[in-house]
């Protein structure tokens, strides 16, 4: 790592002086920093712990987690600019989504489908996470769609010329649709400011990597789009910066895509409802743990004296807090009123057609209204 400069340390803010070297400075990452990306990654696995107990509690549906990829999706999101450019993500991008200005609330309402729940107001299944606030595109449940809305993104960027970067992230299993040759291909020609991340944790639900990639590297593929394509530990969170840091700057510069595939571990079943002992050995199960990206990370920081034991404690305390925080606000928050139903479902207004009888209007909080549109539903459907 780099040598120590006296103004790198300064600017850390760390609480220690015990490393003679200051950890991230080759790569411009400040004491402060690191401790904000570790508590991403920290918070990320808190949040989806807690969403694992509230479904085996029945409070939830249904979870899909990303726990084993959170260093993957801290360190890549850290290289883009908040605000600015755009991430079209996937079901496991909770660190993702954190990172990039959702917060515990957010990802928590959108568990419970609550009317309050910005990514869709409920209307989406658990885990289909959005915002436009945040430059998110909404998950889509058919996979490897989004990187054509990525392309797209990428495409109105470079018209524009507003100079954004536009990004993608989907599974390996994933990468094998259709829609990933036809936009890379066309983001490629076009040399269009797109970022292509592929988070492998050789598993398409059961399937392992074997039966999903022949000769395993979807980097590889990078090779016959004309594209750089990288490969990276994704449990090594500076690793992860670094790579994308350079494809941030290749996207900006007019050079066009860069894809990543980040090596990841999945460390839960593809689901809530998946068993994934039926496929995986114990063995298997034992040693992915060393993948981890959360312990990698937390004694990364440590060994370099960046995260002190004061640190850590302020840090646990604030997650613990936000965590619980977000449970009881979740819990608390309304469901959609029946009468919103087809709100941001359909176009809303209804042009050259007959409105539907159940309307489309704001909800009235009224019960009676509920049955009308209840019973228009009914009707409809024979
Ligand atoms: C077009 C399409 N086909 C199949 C599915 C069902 N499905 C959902 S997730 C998934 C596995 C995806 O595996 P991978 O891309 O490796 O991502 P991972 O879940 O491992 O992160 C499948 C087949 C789907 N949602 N959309
Ligand atoms: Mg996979």
Redesign the pocket.
Known sequence: MAVTEPSAKAKSGADSDASPAALGADLGLSGDELLEMYRLVALARAVDERMWILNRAGRIPFVISGQGHEGAQVGITWALEKGKDWIAPFY?SIATCLTFGMSPRDIMTAQYATASDPSSGGRQMPGHYGSHEHNLVSVS????TQLLHAVGLALAAKIRKTGQVALTI?????SN?GDVHEGLNFAAIHKLPFIFIV?N?G???SVPLARQVAGESVANRAEGYGIPGVTVDGSDVLACYAAARDAVARARAGDGPTLIEAKVT?LTG?SSDDQQTKYRSEEELTSEKSLDPVPKFRQQLVDAGVLTPDAEERIDAAIKESVHDATEYAEAQPDPHPSTAMKWVYAEDWPSETPPPWGLGEATGDPAGAAEAAEAIDESAH
């Open positions: 496991r449940s058919p996979v490897a989907m599974g390996e299993g994933s649709q988070e944790n598993y398409a639900i999945r593809h």
